[in-house]
Nanobody, 118 residues
Framework: QVQLVESGGGLVQPGGSLRLSCAASGFTFSSYWMYWVRQAPGKGLEWLSN????????NYADSVKGRFISSRDNAKNTLYLQINSLKAEDTALYYC?????WGAGDYWGQGTQVVVSS
């Protein structure tokens, strides 16, 4: 069965960096675009970034462009999200999603929590 397992979240100080990972299994990872979304406390889902099947192209929300970098290693069936210059407003639960079409996915991970605080 399809599984997506995020990791790499934690407590980090403002200005710090994190790299989130999403380990995929149960499907041909290299055949799917993947994307990241997050949900901050008390807020709705926010689409962050998606990445092409071969990792050769990624799109970003304006709110994170320049600070977030999506990548993937198809040999390891793993998706990554590098988050730099973390801000308090980046505090959220981060999910990876298998994309069906832009902004819509069919399988989600359980999420990894990021807390940005001094």
């Amino acid at each position: 069965q399809v599984q997506l397992v995020e990791s790499g979240g934690g407590l980090v100080q403002p200005g710090g960096s994190l790299r989130l990972s999403c380990a995929a299994s149960g499907f041909t990872f290299s055949s799917y675009w993947m994307y990241w979304v997050r949900q901050a406390p008390g807020k709705g889902l926010e689409w962050l970034s998606n990445i092409k099947t071969d990792g050769g192209h990624a799109n970003y929300a304006d709110s994170v462009k320049g600070r977030f970098i999506s990548s993937r290693d198809n040999a390891k069936n793993t998706l990554y999200l590098q988050i730099n210059s973390l801000k308090a407003e980046d505090t959220a639960l981060y999910y990876c999603v298998r994309e069906l079409y832009w902004g819509a996915g069919d399988y989600w991970g359980q999420g990894t929590q990021v807390v940005v605080s001094s």
